[in-house]
């Protein structure tokens, strides 16, 4: 294809998504010279590029685009490489199929492949490691659907393509107990009654250590509900007040929490130990502060808000901000911002690191750029959706009859502040 046609075409791309009918490109413009083109909104422009040519991009040939020059060179090579015609990921031919499952082209996650029950999806995935990992990272999530996963050993064996082993789930922040004693660390998702949501947010992202991909597979559909709600996490950022954001990169996030068997979840199933001494020395470990008072334990610990991820750069707003707020315990109970709670009564609370106040406003701010970019997909038998804890936030929705959602993380990722 004539560089002409390609830009022609990346033109025709970037006025869809962008909203701009009448821009104009040529091979010097860059992100600068183009308004609206952000990191949040190249990884909209580069799928739906891909899908204008019908191409497969590496997170490494992205990266080293500075200008719409260096993406016509990209397409052009990876055009004349496949001779005019689409190169297939292994296993295609057996009635595999992948594209974005929202026709919108700002709505980028997840990326859904389609598969059929006589293809065994840990093989296949294996056989695809390399463009399962740049689209995971590009949508911020993947919805398997159609493979033949039905069981909990089974979804076992696909977390275990990724040649490392499911990890524990430690320092709690929910009740959570493994599905089958005999395949360890594969959890049912977190035990909370069914009528009620459980607020969007990334897994462990208070903790020094978390996953850095996260997977929930379907062994038996709610009736009713039930769905995982998610939102891209570099989305979230993108549309909270740029002022809040920079004093949240500036403060960061102080967490407390009150582990008490009255309230919440008590320190022995929080720590998964009934020794002090050693509830100590995870929080020395863990740089926590921690104070018993009788049968239970207060602790706080300060974090950063906004964080990049390690393989693309993205600024990506991972936290458990909204999570933790005594605010939306307010919601859960009914409570308006003006009602009273005592502080005894609150299991969790997050504040600015230095450990003032997030305002009611501040926290409206918040929720609601989670709103604006949550999208919910019903589920079916065999599901599974496979996400990078890093960029994509998930939570529940409530249900009705029997749900039962397989869940594990791998890949272990460290703070700064953790000490091995």
């Known amino acids: 294809m004539e560089r002409q046609k390609i830009i022609q075409t990346i033109t025709d791309v970037f006025r869809d998504v962008l909203d701009a009918p009448q821009l104009v490109l040529n091979e010097g413009s860059t992100s600068s010279d183009v308004e609206g083109w952000d990191s949040l909104h190249h990884i909209q422009l580069v799928v739906s590029v891909e899908k204008a040519f019908k191409i497969r991009l590496s997170i490494q ?15 052009a090579a990876r055009l004349d490489a496949r001779g005019g015609g689409e190169r297939p990921l292994a296993g295609e031919g057996r009635e595999i199929r992948q594209q974005a499952y929202f026709k ?13 029950p006589d293809i065994n999806l840990a093989s296949w995935v294996r056989e695809n490691k390399e463009a399962v990992e740049d689209g995971l990272i590009r949508h911020g999530g993947i919805l398997f659907r159609g ?6 050993k089974e979804f076992d064996e696909f977390m275990k393509c990724w040649n490392t082993e499911p990890l524990p789930y430690m320092f709690r922040s929910s009740p ?23 607020v969007l947010h990334n897994e462990s992202s208070y903790s020094r250590v978390w996953g850095m991909k996260i997977a929930f597979c379907c062994i038996q559909p709610a009736e009713e ?3 995982t709600p998610l939102a891209d996490s570099r989305q979230v950022l993108r549309d909270i007040d740029p002022e809040l954001v920079e004093k949240f990169r500036a403060k960061g996030v ?22 002090r001494k050693e509830v100590a020395h995870i929080c020395k470990k863990n740089g926590i502060d921690f104070q018993f008072n009788g049968d239970d334990v207060v602790i706080e610990w300060s974090k950063p808000a906004v964080y990049e991820h390690p393989v693309s750069g993205e600024a990506t ?25 005592p502080p005894e009564y609150l299991s969790s609370e997050s504040f600015y690191g230095d450990g003032t106040e997030i305002g009611y406003e501040e926290y409206l701010n918040i929720r609601q750029a989670f709103q604006r970019n949550t999208v919910a997909i019903p589920y079916r038998k065999g599901d599974i959706f496979l996400l990078d804890n890093m960029l994509t936030a998930h939570g529940r929705n409530p249900y009705k009859g029997e749900r039962i959602i397989a869940t594990a993380t791998i890949e272990p990722a460290y703070d700064a502040a953790y000490s091995l």
């Open 61 to 75: 040939e992205i990266q080293q685009w500075e200008s719409v020059g260096d993406m016509v060179a990209g397409i």
């Open 104 to 116: 919108d082209p700002r709505q980028v996650l997840p990326l859904l492949i389609e598969g059929s």
């Open 147 to 152: 493979f033949p996963v039905y069981t909990i």
């Open 176 to 198: 959570r107990k493994e599905l089958d004693e005999k395949v360890k660390n594969i959890y049912q998702s977190t035990i909370y009654p069914a009528d009620r949501n459980i």
């Open 225 to 227: 509900g039930g769905e």
């Open 254 to 275: 102080k967490y407390r929490r009150n582990l008490s068997r009255g309230l919440g979840m008590p320190w022995t199933e929080v720590f998964q130990t009934e020794d």
């Open 317 to 341: 707003w991972f936290n458990h901000v909204l999570f933790f707020h005594k605010f939306s315990r307010f919601e859960e109970l009914d409570l308006g911002p003006d009602d009273l709670l």
